[in-house]
Nanobody, 118 residues
Framework: QVQLVESGGGLVQAGGSLSVSCAASGGTFSNYVMGWFRQAPGKERESVARISRSGESTYYADSVKGRFTISRDNAKNTMYLQMNSLKPEDTAVYYC???????????WGKGTLVTVSS
């Protein structure tokens, strides 16, 4: 059983930057594909970014491409999401997830709220 804990959310002005982290425990971190998802009020959860087990391959949603960077440190059992040029529409609860493949996320964190003010 893998436990995931997000941290680093908060309030930031539009155009600003914020970094969120996901600390994993209870499993072999490098065995899992990892991803960041978000859910805005009144909207469905969407995939933001994903990263392969080694960290060599990444995927970004079109809405964040060029602004967000996903990374992981397998030695520290931690995944990161660096968010730059934030927009009000980036406001959401950000969740980290771990799974056996891109479309099979098994473990989820409880989320961290990111609020971007205009």
């Amino acid at each position: 059983q893998v436990q995931l804990v997000e941290s680093g959310g908060g309030l930031v002005q539009a155009g600003g930057s914020l970094s969120v982290s996901c600390a994993a425990s209870g499993g072999t971190f490098s065995n899992y594909v990892m991803g960041w998802f978000r859910q805005a009020p009144g909207k469905e959860r969407e995939s933001v970014a994903r990263i392969s087990r080694s960290g060599e391959s990444t995927y970004y949603a079109d809405s964040v491409k060029g602004r967000f960077t996903i990374s992981r440190d397998n030695a520290k059992n931690t995944m990161y999401l660096q968010m730059n040029s934030l927009k009000p529409e980036d406001t959401a609860v950000y969740y980290c997830a771990a799974g056996s493949s891109t479309y099979n996320m098994i473990y989820w964190g409880k989320g961290t709220l990111v609020t971007v003010s205009s």
